[in-house]
Structure formats: structure tokens, C-alpha cells
Nanobody
């Protein structure tokens, strides 16, 4: 079992930055790929970024590439999402998730554990 708790959401103006954190329980955190997803009102949940457990290889949705950075600290059982140059269209509830597939998958179905989400609102 893995329990995930996100923090760091809030309100920011367009062009600003926010940093999200996701603290995980359990001693096997490094075994899991970790991902960030988001869901805007009236839209489906979508992939944002993922990082695998071993090499730290990362992948990003095209919409956030070069603006967002995912990282992890296995010693602290924490995954981060640094968000820069934020746009109003980045407004959503952001979720972190853990996948037993170690290649950093982008599919929602590959993720077994989910946090409760944190709201990010970007004003224009």
C-alpha cells in the first residue's frame, strides 16, 4: 500500500511559478514510477509528467514541456512538480500517482495509487 498526500497548490498570476510536493508512505517508494496528472472542470483527467524509480528518466505532456519539471527524492519519499511560466489553461486539480510499472508510464490506467489532489488556479 502507498498513501500519497499532495501540497503546494494555490492561486498565482499568469507567468508565475508554483511548486507541488507529494509525500508518499511506505518503504518501497523507489520501486514505483511517479506521475502527476491534472483535471480541469468539465474535462477528463490528463497526464502531465512522470518519472521512473531507478534512473530518474522523465517524460512530459507536450503542453507543459519546457515549463514544468518533475523530480523525486527517494530518501524523503517525495516527488515534486516545479511549474514555471504558468498559464490560465494550467488551472486544474493536480494529482500525484504511483505506478508499479517502473518505466514511467503516461497512461492513467497504469497508476494504482492516487493522492487527494491539490488545486492550482492561474489568473490572467
Amino acid at each position: 500500500q502507498v498513501q500519497l498526500v499532495e501540497s503546494g497548490g494555490g492561486l498565482v498570476q499568469a507567468g508565475g511559478s508554483l511548486s507541488l510536493s507529494c509525500a508518499a508512505s511506505g518503504r518501497t517508494f523507489s520501486w514505483y514510477s511517479m506521475g502527476w496528472f491534472r483535471q480541469a472542470p468539465g474535462k477528463e483527467r490528463e497526464f502531465v509528467a512522470a518519472i521512473n524509480g531507478n534512473s530518474g528518466r522523465t517524460s512530459y505532456a507536450d503542453s507543459v514541456k519546457d515549463r514544468f519539471t518533475i523530480s523525486r527524492d527517494n530518501a524523503k519519499n517525495t516527488v515534486y512538480l516545479q511549474m514555471n511560466s504558468l498559464k490560465p489553461e494550467d488551472t486544474a486539480v493536480y494529482y500525484c500517482a504511483a505506478s508499479p510499472y517502473r518505466n514511467g508510464p503516461q497512461s492513467i490506467d497504469a497508476y494504482e495509487y492516487w493522492g487527494q489532489g491539490t488545486q492550482v488556479t492561474v489568473s490572467s
